[in-house]
């Protein structure tokens, strides 16, 4: 975990910058050394936009929306995934981004990827209920989890133990995986997280984030709730905050009278997470803390946010929204 900034304040939170593309936006990271923020796009693109000096550069190569993004740790490779079942990688920093290698990895959407702490494994799941792993150096195929029974929305590694890996579907399954021997070792009880809807006859809602806390301490698992019309987006943000050992269920995070969903989560430091929903009622981070289900804090995006990023300064957080623009907004007193 990058060290807390001394200037960080969420209550002071600000957007700083806005930068617009074509198309609506999907998914967004900035790279490990801080040099750039990618954003995918609706016009199956990827947009890379350099901090120091706002220069746009696009990289194309899917077939397809791209809904997952992901970096070495050493900053070299970018890797996409795509709705075309396709993970690609690219050079980080080439002036023309080209896919350098691309592999049809799934059968159907990739709809999440994740890094290993020690930086030699890529994790990627989607629609066809597998979790494949890969060196991503070199994109050679290190194993399969076989265990969802249904589309796989996100998967995470544990933070100091490249060992362990979570992953959770539609259903609200969360899985923990022994990857040493590709089985399942525990399961978290997120059923809340799961709305079936007879009427519409959809099952809706799942694990749509995951995040473990620096320490290990504490598990976060976001997505929905409240789900009483799930086509017409009639539902509310859930966070299930666990302590890790015990498994212990210590709060259910509500952010109450917002229709929106969880997309992602991250913990700022050992005991508060910083997630972002977007939905009918616009884009939001929240911050919660094992202490309280009531917020710690809420901060509202311009517009319905999809996707969020927490640049290696701890202070600048990327938001991919709607509305085409991708968003800075700065963890910290508005400068003068």
């Keep these: 975990m990058t060290e807390i900034p001394a200037n960080r304040d969420i209550k002071q939170a600000n957007v700083t910058h806005q930068w617009k593309h074509d198309r609506p936006l999907i998914a967004c990271r900035f790279d490990p050394l801080g040099r750039y923020v990618f954003a995918s796009s609706e016009d199956n693109s990827i947009q890379r936009w350099t901090l120091a000096d706002e220069a746009k550069v696009s990289l194309q190569g899917h077939d397809s929306w ?5 970096h070495s740790l050493d900053g070299n490779w970018t890797v996409s995934g795509g709705g075309d079942g396709r993970l690609i990688w690219w050079e980080t920093a080439s002036a023309e981004p080209k896919p350098v290698r691309t592999l049809d990895a799934h059968h159907g959407w990739i709809r999440t990827l994740a890094v290993s702490p020690d930086g030699k494994t890529l994790a990627s799941a989607g629609n066809d209920h597998v979790i494949r792993l890969w060196n991503i150096q070199e994109g050679t ?26 992953s959770g579907d539609i259903m609200a399954s969360l899985k923990q995986w022994d990857l040493a021997k590709e089985a399942v070792s525990r399961e978290f009880d997120c059923k809340s997280l799961h709305t079936y809807n007879s009427g519409q006859k959809v099952d809706f809602g799942g694990v749509r984030a995951i995040a473990v806390s620096p320490d290990g301490k504490y598990l976060a698992a976001g997505g929905l709730h409240k789900a009483s019309n799930p086509l017409g987006s009639v539902h509310e943000p859930l966070d299930l905050m666990f302590d890790w050992e015990s498994q212990k269920l210590l709060q259910s995070c509500v952010a109450e009278n917002i229709r929106s969903v969880i997309w992602r989560q991250l913990f700022l430091d050992n005991k508060t997470v910083m997630a972002v929903s977007g939905g009918t009622s616009g884009g939001f981070l929240h911050f919660w803390t094992p202490e309280a289900a009531k917020e710690a804090h809420q901060f509202k995006l311009p517009r319905l946010a999809r996707d969020m990023d927490l640049h290696s300064d701890g202070l600048q957080v990327a938001t991919a929204h709607s509305d085409s623009q991708l968003r800075i907004t700065k963890l910290a007193k508005k400068e003068a």
């Design 66 to 70: 791209v809904f997952a993004l992901e």
């Design 141 to 166: 195929p290190l194993g399969e989890l076989h265990g969802h029974e249904r589309h796989v929305y996100c998967v995470r590694f544990h933070p100091t133990d490249s060992n362990i890996l979570l």
